[in-house]
T-cell receptor
């Protein structure tokens, strides 16, 4: 079974609108972390936001927020007020605890390509 | 600080050749990781290290080797290049006790023909 599933291969959004990128995960660990990374066409991996499994509040970083629904095992990324520069590939990733010895290893989803239209 | 750096940026190899992808960091990262990204896919972990002299396999280690003789450097070795190793390789680092974020290098694009 996939540990991280991103079901939207591509998404389109109008500039200044909000968009939600979906991510569901599968783990039996109680302690884990969820990440979103952005990969523009230039290829680098840019960290956006992190949510710990015990965090009670949804994480926010500027225009990015993570809609964390633990019971549903979902960690959707919400981008508010989209900008043309948001056009990129977005990856959801998970760090499992594996009995406390995961050493931060990440498992990535397949990504969602976001295109922002003017 | 330069962060996590990788060399070369791009390389073409012939089948059976060997090469070393270099990764260096000046951020005092304890943990370092090598990932590969195949076209249109997410990243998969090849090897990781939790400190100098300590390395372990990730999800897709076959065909690769690593070493970590110093904290700063974490080279990835391909011994007998195969077309299946055509990919983009990312090195990343993380500092224990300073949050969860992994900081990625710019990547090395490798083409095996």
């Amino acid at each position: 079974a996939q540990k991280i599933t991103q079901t939207q291969p591509g998404m389109f959004v109008q500039e200044k609108e909000a968009v939600t990128l979906d991510c569901t995960y599968d783990t039996s660990d109680q302690s884990y972390g969820l990440f979103w990374y952005k990969q523009p066409s230039s290829g680098e991996m840019i960290f956006l936001i992190y949510q710990g499994s015990y965090d009670e509040q949804n994480a926010t970083e500027g225009r990015y927020s993570l809609n964390f629904q633990k019971a549903r095992k979902s960690a959707n990324l919400v981008i508010s007020a989209s900008q043309l520069g948001d056009s990129a590939m977005y990856f959801c990733a998970m760090r499992e605890n594996a009995g406390g010895t995961s050493y931060g290893k990440l498992t990535f989803g397949q990504g969602t390509i976001l295109t922002v239209h003017p | 600080n330069a962060g996590v750096t990788q060399t070369p940026k791009f390389r073409i190899l012939k089948i059976g050749q060997s090469m070393t992808l270099q990764c260096a960091q000046d951020m005092n990262h304890n943990y370092m990781y090598w990932y590969r990204q195949d076209p249109g896919m997410g990243l998969k972990l090849i090897y990781y290290s939790v400190g100098a002299g300590i390395t372990d396999k990730g999800e897709v280690p076959n065909g690769y080797n690593v070493s970590r003789s110093t904290t700063e450097d974490f080279p990835l070795r391909l011994e007998l290049a195969a077309p299946s190793q055509t990919s983009v390789y990312f090195c990343a680092g993380r500092t224990r006790g300073q949050g969860e974020t992994q900081y990625f290098g710019p990547g090395t694009r490798l083409l095996v023909l």
